[in-house]
């Protein structure tokens, strides 16, 4: 049985077996194909990626502008900064408002001057 599987060292079997690795690796058909796919596709992966980077910068900014404004209304707001808005409630207390534009960085270059957007991060002062 597993004379069957051996390989024969004879010439003649090796040239045959050259010849058809040759015609096959020598056909180029799918190159050119595969070549003009591969462009597309980067740049579709890049605009992905570049799609999933706004998203999580956009969601990570909010989160810290909110834990800001939070900590401002329960501590104090000395350390805000000046864009803010106090806006008084009619049972006591006020809003505190804080907008920031943030700029995410252009990954594919078909975003060239990045992503632009403003955060707000709101809540209520109890103290005040």
Known sequence: MLGKYRFSRDKSQWKLRSRNVSRILGEEQGLTESSLVLIPTIILFLCVIQIVASVITRSAE????????????????????????????????????????QRSHAITPLLIGGDDFETTGIAVDENS
């Not at 501590?75 to 000046?82: D, E, H």
């Open 62 to 101: 909010l989160n810290i502008l909110q834990g800001e404004v939070s900590k401002g209304a329960l501590y104090g707001n000395s350390n805000l900064g000046t864009i803010l808005t106090r806006k008084p409630l009619p049972g006591g207390g006020s809003l505190l408002i804080r907008r920031t534009l």
